[in-house]
Nanobody
Framework: QVQLVESGGGLVQAGGSLRLSCAAS????????MGWFRQAPGKEREFVAA????????YYADSVKGRFTISRDNAKNTVYMQMNSLKPEDTAVYYC??????????????????WGQGTQVTVSS
């Protein structure tokens, strides 16, 4: 049974940093793409970043490019997202997701097969 478990969310002041983790289990993810999405209250879930597990290719939303960095640790089967220079508009529940379908629609949530439960990130001004 595939499980994605996020951690690392919390409350931080604007300009601060957080590192989110997504521990993946239940299958081999070597051929998968892992993504991070977020959903703010009253808004649709939106793409944040993705990584190709095998070679580490990365993809980012324009709104986080240069501030967020997605990475993975093969030995720990864990995906990370380092978030720097956080802004109040980054406040949302952040979700980890996995897809084995390739890179074609990585920015759309329907494309992902597995989801974590989410972790809250709150950035105060």
């Amino acid at each position: 049974q595939v499980q994605l478990v996020e951690s690392g969310g919390g409350l931080v002041q604007a300009g601060g940093s957080l590192r989110l983790s997504c521990a993946a289990s239940g299958r081999s993810f070597g051929s998968y793409y892992m993504g991070w999405f977020r959903q703010a209250p009253g808004k649709e879930r939106e793409f944040v970043a993705a990584i190709r597990w095998s070679i580490g290719s990365t993809y980012y939303a324009d709104s986080v490019k240069g501030r967020f960095t997605i990475s993975r640790d093969n030995a720990k089967n864990t995906v990370y997202m380092q978030m720097n220079s956080l802004k109040p508009e980054d406040t949302a529940v952040y979700y980890c997701a996995a897809t084995g379908r390739g890179p074609y629609y990585l920015r759309t949530d329907w494309y992902y097969d597995y989801w974590g439960q989410g972790t809250q990130v709150t950035v105060s001004s």
